[in-house]
């Protein structure tokens, strides 16, 4: 946090605010299972993958669209563990359409990691 510009003492002191606006209680819940069902639930778990995979390879769920919500969710989770302090623009639109190395790039560019160039150097 120091590196995004936040003096300790005004984190430790965000940290005790935001702890202190807590909710006063919680609901703590418990599964006691034995090692028969923890293999059912596990089979069970991994059937619901399986069904999860098979729709992603669906047609409606590979399309620019979807693709473009993936990529944005994965900016944003990225985001927080970037240098950048600022978010001025988000750099997918939902909308659009991008080549699958477009979003390779804006990764790049968040991190702060130079492009190979290739492509650079043989158009001038």
């Known amino acids: 946090m120091q590196a995004r510009g936040i003096p300790p003492d005004q984190l430790q ?4 605010e935001f702890v202190r606006s807590g909710e006063e209680g919680i609901v703590l819940e418990i599964i006691i299972s034995n090692y028969q069902e923890t293999l059912e639930s596990e089979i069970g778990r991994c ?5 999860i995979i098979k729709q992603r390879l669906n047609k409606q769920y ?3 669209l979807s693709k473009n919500i993936e990529y944005l969710m994965e900016y944003l989770f990225a985001f927080p563990a ?3 302090r600022e978010l001025l623009e ?3 639109r939902v909308w659009n359409r991008y080549l699958p190395d477009y979003f390779d790039e804006v990764l790049k560019e ?3 990691i130079p492009s190979n160039g290739l492509l650079d150097e ?3």
Not at 47 to 51: G, K, L, P, V, Y
């Open 13 to 16: 002191r965000t940290f005790a």
């Open 47 to 51: 059937i619901h993958e399986d069904r």
């Open 62 to 64: 590979r399309g620019h």
């Open 82 to 84: 970037s240098s950048q």
């Open 90 to 92: 988000l750099p997918i």
């Open 110 to 112: 968040l991190f702060q």
């Open 122 to 124: 043989t158009i001038s």
